[in-house]
């Protein structure tokens, strides 16, 4: 069984509903199952993105895929990776956006959860990951819990800024739309090797990070310091 009880009480009723469902509940058997077959799963907390950032600090959302399937990278957080591991090429990319952007430094550092405290949201739409099976967890369930939880957040005011990188995450942008709240949806390729540069929006020199900053402050919020690494 799930550890619902790890997140932040304001995300458990959600949680909970979802796993009181059958699409919860049949989820929640397939991961014991594998479990029981001999399956490593990543990460061992799941919902830290949900612990670190409670549902009404939220003020900006990234959506990633699903998390990082090798020993010691994933921990909870879209596109992060734990202190002491070697940065993903996904994420290296990331940090040439912001040293671009504002002329800082490239971080060494792949945790992200310096920006978990600050409200940014970094949800994958899968949330766990089989070790060395890129996707070995999709369509089994977790789709329908974080589609739940962007539509949540996207039918709540105050505006928030949504940032989805690469057409998996663009999926998303209907589900943001539909609550007629005026938030600020930035698109791009996915930072990845493969695409970061490529069109028909590449991700290096889309301006995202300074555009969320702009937008908050026009909305009288405080910047995000997408400088900072850790808690």
Known sequence: MLDIQSADPSWQPLLKDFFDSPEGKKLDAYLDARRK??????????????????????????????????????QGLAFS?????????????IYKEIALEFGSDIPSDGDLSGWASQGVLLLNAVLTVEEGAAGSHAKKGWEILTDRII????????????????????????????????????????????SARRGPVPFIGCGHFAKVNDWLLSEGEKPVDWTKSGL
């Not at 734990?82 to 993903?88: C, I, L, T």
């Not at 940032?163 to 007629?180: N, P, T």
Request: proline share 13%; hydrophobic share 40%; net charge positive.
């Open 37 to 74: 077959a001999g399956a490593v799963i990543f990460p061992p907390t799941p919902f830290r993105a949900l612990t670190l950032t409670p549902a009404d600090a939220v003020r900006v959302v990234i959506v990633g895929q699903d998390p990082y399937h090798e020993q010691g990278q994933a």
């Open 81 to 93: 990776v734990q202190k002491g591991v070697k940065v993903p090429p996904s994420l290296r990319n």
């Open 151 to 194: 539509r949540t957040l996207a039918d709540k005011a105050p505006p928030k800024a949504f940032l989805l990188w690469g057409g998996y995450a663009q999926k998303k942008k209907e589900l943001i739309e539909a609550s007629g709240i005026p938030h600020l949806v930035l698109c791009s390729n996915h930072p990845s090797p493969l």
